[in-house]
């Protein structure tokens, strides 16, 4: 590094090594040497907001996430008699759902016991923006976002399944809320995949219509 003129800051250096459980012994109290300055292995690192851990559970993220998201709704939900809807839907996207969104590919594939913190999350941000009560059924609230499209005379999009997409101005943050993202991906997805009997059947037809969109495979 002294060839190249470069110096090496210990302070923000760190080092993760990444490794199956089973394998675990074979990286205890590891260390590299780089210009005389000891960089000891750490649990967890961060890199451009996200947590990673030595296995990439993703957990110490997951639960950095769903305590500062709970923070910000008990913050709004102290206001939350004074705003009015649009108010509190634009706080709980600004605190609330941008946490949630940012780097979510990241948890693809996490088994849904390692996510279901989130998923409380979402939940309540829904049951403050509502008023619903906390022992209320929150999936009934989470259908009353979506509207299904009925359109004014007979046309073939009456059997499309397809979902009213509110207006919106695109040029503030409205057009990344659920309200307008979950019908307008919804209503570009084949009808083959809408139709899905089940949720694991919806899931498969899903993934094989994203594969097939990422490779252009017809």
């Given amino acids: 590094?002294?060839?190249?003129?470069?110096?090496?800051?210990?302070?923000?250096?760190?080092?993760?090594?990444?490794?199956?459980?089973?394998?675990?012994?074979?990286?205890?109290?590891?260390?590299?040497?780089?210009?005389?300055?000891?960089?000891?292995?750490?649990?967890?690192?961060?890199?451009?907001?996200?947590?990673?851990?030595?296995?990439?559970?993703?957990?110490?993220?997951?639960?950095?996430?769903?305590?500062?998201?709970?923070?910000?709704?008990?913050?709004?939900?102290?206001?939350?008699?004074?705003?009015?809807l649009r108010d509190a839907e634009t706080l709980i996207h600004a605190f609330v759902s941008s946490r949630l969104d940012y780097c979510n590919v990241l948890l693809s594939g996490l088994p849904n016991y390692a996510i279901r913190s989130l998923q409380l999350v979402q939940n309540a941000a829904a049951r403050l923006l509502t008023k619903t009560r906390k022992y209320d059924h929150i999936t009934p609230v989470l259908s009353e976002l979506l509207t299904p499209y009925t359109p004014a005379r007979p046309l073939r999009s009456l059997d499309a399944a397809l979902l009213v997409i509110p207006s919106i101005n695109k040029k503030s943050l409205g057009f990344r809320a659920f309200a307008y993202r979950a019908?307008?991906?919804?209503?570009?997805?084949?009808?083959?995949?809408?139709?899905?009997?089940?949720?694991?059947?919806?899931k498969s037809r899903l993934k094989t219509h994203l594969y097939s969109l990422f490779y252009s495979l017809p």
């Fill in 1 to 84: 590094m002294n060839i190249n003129f470069l110096l090496l800051n210990a302070d923000k250096t760190e080092l993760l090594v990444v490794r199956p459980a089973k394998h675990g012994h074979l990286f205890e109290n590891l260390s590299v040497n780089i210009d005389d300055c000891i960089i000891p292995e750490s649990s967890t690192i961060k890199n451009l907001g996200v947590i990673f851990d030595s296995r990439l559970t993703f957990q110490p993220h997951i639960k950095s996430i769903t305590k500062t998201a709970f923070f910000h709704l008990s913050n709004i939900a102290k206001i939350r008699p004074i705003l009015s």
């Fill in 183 to 202: 019908p307008y991906l919804w209503n570009t997805l084949p009808l083959h995949v809408k139709e899905a009997s089940s949720a694991e059947i919806f």
